[in-house]
């Protein structure tokens, strides 16, 4: 089969198409045919080296597929052949097959598109966790939302909108990505190369500032919120593609009443699976009412894996990036 390698630590252009074995799964694995894979941020820095864990090389990337099982592990119960899924990995899904622990692999709804699904698990799962249990969105809450064009940020204005978020605000780098965020459910959309978000949102608060602040971005976006976050507000540390670390005085955090809140959605796996399927239950309920919908932006073929990245790092892409063979 083919497969997108990384031989090295490297930047998208270092990326190389091999010819290799079809993987065997174990007894608790599954074997995808690839369909569709989505692209995620962390694809980029694992190529290079740059993240938290780092696969043995040579190793493809990819967290995320969706197609038919293939085959399945001696010891897998609840699914079978043929049924369309999604699944998720550490790594190796830019390939034409890739194999999944058997817990997380998904039937997807009948009306599901295999790019949907690709584009599911990892952004609606974060921002289920972070909106409903991490900070305790409440009806009627002000949210405000960085990078919303995104597909982890357009995932956070669905999840908002259908747990019944009052006001959401969401935030983007140009003009030309408003409108997805409106059509996602956002009251406002702005772009803060030329609005002041802490100016909008404490306008549009009458000064009271946001309830929960959705900060996938970092460095000075996150600290910058502190401004316009309400009493008991909640700001919610998501990731940091700006690629710094924002640096939070305890002082302020200490007067002003709020709480900086992180997110590291894959902890549950080990802490608390139970949580997860059960928040599958909620979200593929949600999709089939129609509330939630990823967004594709972009789709390239798996040879242009390296192209997608950079389009992926250059922040002009709108919603999630999907991969074909």
Not at 111 to 119: C, F, G, I, K, W
Not at 168 to 187: C, N, W, Y
Not at 197 to 207: M, Q, Y
Not at 250 to 260: G, T
Request: include cysteine; aromatic fraction near 8%; hydrophobic fraction near 45%.
């Amino acid at each position: 089969m083919k497969a997108i390698r990384a031989h090295e630590w490297c930047e998208p252009d270092g990326l190389v198409i091999d010819e290799v074995p079809v993987p065997e799964p174990s007894e608790h694995q599954v074997l995808v045919k690839v369909q569709a894979a989505a692209l995620n941020f962390p694809d980029i820095l694992l190529i290079a080296g740059k993240y938290q864990f780092k696969p043995p090389l040579p190793f493809t990337p990819g967290l995320e597929v969706a197609g038919p099982i293939e085959k399945l592990g001696s010891a897998v119960a609840g699914l079978k052949l043929g049924q369309r899924v999604l699944a998720q990995m550490s790594f190796g899904g830019f390939a034409e097959y890739a194999v999944a622990e058997a817990g997380t692999v998904k039937a997807i709804p009948d009306s599901m598109t295999d790019d949907e699904a690709a584009s599911f698990a990892l952004v609606y799962q974060t921002s289920y966790f972070g909106l409903a249990y991490r900070a305790g969105l409440q009806k009627g809450e002000t949210v405000l939302v960085h990078s919303a064009a995104g597909g982890v940020g357009l995932s956070a204005v669905q999840i908002a909108r259908a747990l019944g978020a009052g006001k959401i605000i969401g935030t983007a780098g140009s003009d030309d990505k408003l409108q997805v965020i409106r059509e996602s459910g956002a009251d406002i959309a702005l772009n803060y190369q030329t609005e002041d978000f802490v100016e909008v949102v404490k306008r549009e608060t009458g000064g009271r500032g946001a309830d929960i602040i959705y900060d996938p971005v970092g460095g000075g976006v996150g600290e910058r919120s502190t401004k316009c976050i309400a009493f008991e507000g909640r700001l919610l540390v998501v990731g940091f593609t700006s690629g710094k670390f924002p640096v939070f005085a305890s002082n302020h955090i200490l007067i002003k009443n709020y709480s900086v809140v992180g997110l590291h959605w894959g902890a549950y796996r080990q802490h608390d699976p139970q949580k997860i399927e059960q928040v599958w239950n909620e979200l593929f309920a949600l999709y089939e009412a129609g509330k939630l919908k990823p967004i594709i932006g972009a789709r390239y073929p798996m040879e242009r894996a390296a192209d997608a990245m950079k389009h992926l790092a250059s922040r002009n892409a709108v919603g999630k990036i999907v991969l074909h063979w």
